[in-house]
């Protein structure tokens, strides 16, 4: 080029032209013959939102400047770019923008929608991508909802299920009412607000007018509001058609005389036994508290430790069930306002004060998250905690400090992670549960690929 | 559990040739994701292979807006988008402004931080065109000037060099604020405020040929290294500067070599040690409104450091070039000057009261007595005897000049940091 011809001035809209000239000579193109030392980038497949925003650009520079150093020290750089596809808010968005809901349409061509709107983000945030001057190798697209990459979910789960690292079964899952799905602990974020903690009176239960307490399944509905029993803080009265139990501290002496007996819980009237456990916090609320199915991860622990009874109050679109009694029907919100007046005019409630509260919530739709117990798809985390430990000291984490949110993260795993979800955009796997099993199942599941 | 077989999926997994392409070399993501995209693709990667699924994790922080706060739609008037910078700034721009930050920190976005890369664009591709004219029409290799490159080359080449290895291990160790601030430091103060500065001089007056090819081959290799090293934090801008350089794009070309016997410690500082005795007198110059490229008759350095001497001896064809200065002396001790009274006038509100009638004696005196004179029986007495008459110095208003040895006018100048007095003769 002559050099007469430079402009005076630094021309930024000529960027546009160089987009188009990388492009048409392909010069990012990851090569894979091992002539050169291979440089492989684990790209983050962002969710297809449809337009980057100025998280991503931090991201993405990094990962850019990354790359082109390496390929300037003679790496062959494989830098690929992925788009995580499959969730609520596409769905959401779907519901929106066609009016519908997800059941007025068949379930195809509810996914056909998802997959149209998915296809159209994902080509407007490449184009956004393009502009930042990102040197993907965009032959090297993956696309978590096209067949080829569902495949590799597919054969991924079989090839667990076959080791027995992935299992059915029932157990208490984080469940969000809104999004009507089961969810994994790490999807649940923590959010802080206030609320009221009520306290209410569990009168003792009427001993004789059980024929045998410990065993009778009966109501209890004699004992007197007034008569003091023991004071309970909720901030859940709502769930207390499900309480099963009240819990002390074995050495709380306000309490211990009372350990063995039974008490009524007010409105639903069943009578729970007063348990000890080293876990309840005696310098919290009265320093008594109720056992619910499920009110938090805590009574789900007890509940599995004293092999108490399940009851389920609420059910997937978080709806009070016929378990509730008079409160069946009713949303969590109208129940709790409800079960708070109730209790009042009853005589059961002495106070009510203000407290915050950390409340677990669905990270996509913020929805408070319920511990409900459902039959789900589980990874049996436990034999693998350790090796993940071991494999995250091997890596070198930049900076340093971040390895320990992983280390922590694995220490805190209680439950098995829930992998399946009730939705209708998402990776199908295909099970058969075959009804007559007196054959010996050679192959588990049916191969797919 | 789709995106928790990323790297496998990105390696060709399950074919049995995934193992060239697993574990991936890097996975970048952000703080928040540990949990779960880190966390799950571990623990699902050792279910599948029995391997981690990448050997470094680079972390990057989050974006808050001006306001502080995490960008979010609840404060619309703080939320920008990458396209609003485009459009204003360009991608470049943008890409300078994340490049400024390390691994693991939250970021605020700052309009003022988009500007200043920017600014500095504009200042690469400024200096760019400037020399533009000087560095395309030969081609000059380094075997035909190294025996010819004065110190000031030396100098800026050590530097480039040097540059090349700071942002080489800064690159390697993701610490990309390192990168851009040094890039921008040295190309934008030692090479544009200095090193251009310094050799004008060889290209537009009649020097020695090797010389003036010497400073050639040290601009293009210093603009072109520069560039090298800034493409991959603007990608856009080096293209478009580089095509004036060649016909591949810089993308495809390798990292700039060192050149080892270049780099040289002693060359840096002795080099620093000049640019700040330039500096000096460059300020002076245009503190005291004197058009920079306008000639100075006579500079003088005293300093009691013989290594100052030496320095500036070696750099004095650069200093004299540089700030056009036609007699340059380096001496040790310290100037000789003096403050000599260049003017005396009578102060008529106290001579008027006291003298009455003879102040037109004195001021008789003054007119018809040289100036000199004057001056030396004031420097003796502090007072003036006309006839009978005595006048006190503070009766009259003195003004004073400061002389050199030569009994001309100088300026003096202190440096803050080197120990040196610089006496300047207009």
Not at chain 1, 308 to 315: A, G, M, S
Not at chain 1, 360 to 369: I, L
Not at chain 2, 70 to 97: C, H, N, Q
Not at chain 2, 260 to 278: A, H, Q, S
Request: glycine share 6%; charged share 30%; hydrophobic share 35%.
């Amino acid at each position: 080029m002559s050099k007469e011809e430079i402009p005076k001035d630094y021309d930024f809209k000529k960027e546009k032209e160089w987009e188009k000239k990388w492009e048409d000579e392909n010069i990012y193109k990851y090569i894979g013959d091992g002539s050169r030392p291979r440089y492989v980038i684990d790209t983050p497949p962002p969710y297809p939102t449809g337009a980057i925003h100025l998280g991503h650009v931090l991201n993405w520079v990094y990962i850019d400047m990354n790359a082109r150093y390496r390929r300037q020290k003679g790496y062959d750089v494989l830098f690929p770019q992925g788009w995580d596809c499959h969730g609520l808010p596409t769905e959401v968005k779907v519901e929106e923008t066609h009016g519908i809901k997800k059941n007025d349409v068949s379930r195809a061509q509810f996914r056909q929608y998802c997959i149209d709107l998915t296809t159209k983000n994902i080509a407007s945030m490449k184009a956004d991508m393009k502009a930042m001057g990102y040197s993907q190798d965009w032959t090297r697209e993956f696309v978590t909802m096209n067949p080829e990459y569902m495949k590799r979910t597919q054969y991924s789960f079989l090839k667990m299920y076959e080791d027995g690292l992935i299992y059915q079964g029932k157990h208490p899952v984080n469940w969000c009412p809104r999004c009507q799905t089961a969810i994994a602990f790490a999807e649940v974020e923590y959010s802080d607000n206030t609320t009221f903690l009520n306290y209410v009176n569990f009168p003792p239960a009427v001993e004789d007018s059980y024929k045998d307490i410990a065993s009778s399944q009966e109501s209890g509905k004699q004992a007197d509001p007034k008569e003091e029993g023991i004071l309970i803080a909720t901030t859940r009265p709502e769930l207390m058609s499900a309480c099963v139990a009240v819990v002390i501290h074995p050495e709380d002496e306000r309490y211990t005389h009372l350990l063995g007996k039974y008490v009524e819980v007010p409105l639903s009237h069943q009578k729970v036994k007063i348990i000890a456990d080293e876990e309840v916090d005696p310098e919290f609320g009265t320093g008594a508290v109720m056992i619910c199915t499920f009110g938090d991860k805590t009574d789900v622990s007890w509940v599995q430790k004293y092999d108490l009874e399940v009851i389920d109050v609420i059910d997937d679109s978080g709806t009070l069930t016929a378990a509730a009694g008079r409160y069946e029907g009713m949303d969590l919100q109208t129940c709790k306002k409800q079960t708070i007046e109730d209790l009042d005019s009853e005589g059961y409630l002495l106070k009510k004060e203000q407290v915050d509260q950390n409340v677990g919530q669905c990270w996509r739709c913020k929805t408070p998250v319920e511990i409900l117990l459902k039959e789900q798809w589980f990874v049996a985390v436990r034999d693998l905690i350790e090796k993940t430990k071991v494999a995250a000291n091997e890596m070198n984490w930049v900076p340093e400090h971040m390895k320990s949110r992983m280390i922590n993260w694995a220490d805190s795993m209680e439950w098995d992670w829930c992998i399946s979800r009730q939705r209708i955009f998402a990776t199908p796997i295909p099970g058969w549960i075959l009804q007559f099993h007196h054959y010996p199942l050679q192959d588990g599941l049916m191969k797919i690929m | 559990m789709d995106s928790s077989i990323s790297p496998l999926s990105i390696a060709g997994w399950p074919d049995e040739d995934y193992v060239n392409h697993f574990p991936s070399d890097i996975r970048p993501q952000g703080h928040d994701i540990i949990r779960t995209w880190a966390f799950y693709t571990t623990l699902r990667c050792i279910a599948l292979t029995g391997q981690k699924p990448f050997d470094d994790i680079v972390i990057n922080g989050m974006v808050f807006g001006e306001d502080g706060n995490k960008m979010s739609k609840s404060r619309p008037e703080f939320v920008v988008g990458p396209e609003e910078v485009i459009e204003k700034y360009g991608a470049d721009s943008l890409r300078t402004w994340a490049a400024n930050s390390v691994p693991g920190s939250d970021v605020i976005f700052d309009w003022k931080d988009i500007k200043h890369g920017y600014r500095f664009l504009r200042k690469f591709w400024n200096a760019f065109r400037f020399i533009s004219m000087q560095i395309f029409d030969e081609e000059i290799a380094y075997g035909d000037v190294k025996d010819n490159l004065g110190p000031i080359d030396l100098w800026i080449l050590s530097k480039i060099n040097n540059l090349n290895r700071t942002v080489d291990e800064a690159f390697a160790e993701y610490n990309f604020a390192e990168t851009i601030t040094s890039i921008e430091r040295f190309f934008w103060h030692d090479f544009c405020d200095e090193y251009i500065e310094a050799v004008k001089y060889r290209l537009y007056t009649d020097v020695s040929d090797e010389s003036r090819r010497a400073a050639k081959y040290t601009l293009r290799t210093v603009v072109e290294t520069s560039l090298k090293l800034l493409a991959p934090i603007a990608p856009f801008f080096t293209e478009e500067v580089y095509q004036y350089f060649s016909d591949e794009s810089i993308h495809t070309t390798s990292w700039p070599e060192v050149y080892g016997e270049l780099i040289n410690d002693e060359m840096e500082n002795k080099g620093e040690t000049t640019v700040e005795l330039i500096d000096e007198v460059r300020r002076f110059k245009s503190s005291a409104k004197i058009p920079l490229n306008a000639e100075l008759s006579e500079v003088n350095v005293y300093t009691s450091d013989e290594d100052l001497v030496d320095v500036f001896n070696q750099f004095d064809e650069d200093i004299k070039g540089t700030l056009k200065i036609n007699d340059l002396a380096i001496s040790s001790g310290k100037p000789e000057v003096h403050e000599k009274i260049i003017e005396v006038e009578p102060d008529m509100s106290q001579i008027g009261p006291k003298f009455k009638g003879d102040a037109g004696k004195i001021i008789g005196y003054l007119k018809s007595t040289p100036i000199d004179e004057i001056g030396s029986v004031l420097d003796e007495s502090h007072e003036l005897t006309i006839g009978d008459i005595v006048v006190p110095e503070d009766m009259l208003n003195i003004k004073k000049e400061i002389v050199g040895a030569s009994g001309k006018k100088v300026d003096i100048l202190q440096s803050e940091n080197l120990d040196m007095i610089v006496e300047v003769i207009r």
